[in-house]
């Protein structure tokens, strides 16, 4: 409704309006067009829409997941929303990448991300990205927002995913290389170098522990211990969960603790030797 650009006659063989530009505030603009006769006569006016916004998005960062992830697990971040007021044209979506610490950036220019280069397209509310199976130990993933008209945040938000590979070592202690006289009692240990074994609640690290294929004891945290007891060989078998949620119940580690308990029995020899009748044999 206010004339921002004056009217401007072009030569008659021009068919593509260049370098029309709207340099105030962002907006939607009309732009009309017509032909003018001979003498000056006004032909049927045409319009077309211009959508001007060169605002960009707030910074944004992205949420990482609590803790440590496991390495085969598809590691998902959330990204904050921009502060309102949001740009005119809204927010297309999020731009995402993904190093080791090398400073990779979102989107190739400083200023706009295109449209291919935006990751994330359902607008605002699209804030989940997967970032698939990353590797292990600490991957940092920076974010921008996208406005409508490609701009982006001026500022990068960045944070950090942990990915923990790696099962826990288990070891078994407690049990004898040779043959026992009595009860054992086993202690199996795990140790993780990444995510760790400290216990945090029902879902956090634990270590198991089974004795001839029974149900194995289960302690939250870096150890548990059984009794082994009757006679025979016993087949041990043990592992862990890292906080990560790394175990591999399937295949756990093997051992085997023997236990004898009966003394030997002593008898006389029931015969003597004629050479030596004094000699005693037991």
Not at 31 to 40: I, R, S, T, Y
Not at 117 to 132: F, H, M, P, Q
Not at 234 to 244: E, G, I, M, V
Request: proline content about 9%; overall charge negative.
């Amino acid at each position: 409704g206010e004339t921002v650009v004056p009217e401007t006659r072009l030569p008659w063989e021009t068919t593509v309006i260049e370098n029309l530009h709207v340099s105030e505030a962002p907006g939607i603009y009309t732009a009309d067009v017509w032909l003018v006769g001979p003498g000056g006569e006004r032909g049927p006016q045409t319009s077309a829409l211009l959508r001007f916004d060169d605002v960009r998005p707030g910074p944004v960062r992205a949420l990482p997941p609590e803790g440590w992830i496991a390495g085969k697990a598809t590691a998902v971040v959330r990204i904050e929303h921009p502060a309102a007021p949001q740009p005119i044209s809204g927010i297309r979506g999020y731009a995402v990448s993904v190093d080791r610490g090398a400073g990779s950036l979102p989107c190739a220019g400083s200023e706009g991300c295109s449209l291919t280069e935006t990751d994330l397209r359902d607008g605002i509310g699209g804030d989940k990205a997967s970032l698939g199976v990353l590797p292990e130990g600490v991957n940092v993933v920076r974010a921008v927002a996208v406005s409508g008209s490609g701009m982006r945040s001026a500022e990068l938000g960045s944070t950090v995913v942990r990915v923990d590979a790696t099962l826990p070592t288990v070891t078994l202690g407690g049990a004898p290389q040779g043959w026992a006289n009595g009860p054992v009692r086993a202690t199996a240990r795990a140790t993780d170098a990444l995510s760790g074994m400290a216990p945090n609640g029902p879902n956090g690290p634990y270590t198991a522990l089974a004795i001839d294929g029974a149900v194995p004891r289960v302690d939250r945290g870096d150890a548990t211990t059984a009794i082994v007891s009757g006679e025979g060989s016993h087949r041990l078998s043990f592992y862990a969960r890292d906080a990560a949620g790394n175990v591999d119940e399937g295949s756990p580690s093997l051992a085997t603790v023997r236990i004898d308990e009966t003394p030997p029995l002593v008898a006389f020899a029931r015969s003597q030797d004629p050479r030596e009748p004094e000699r005693i044999e037991a």
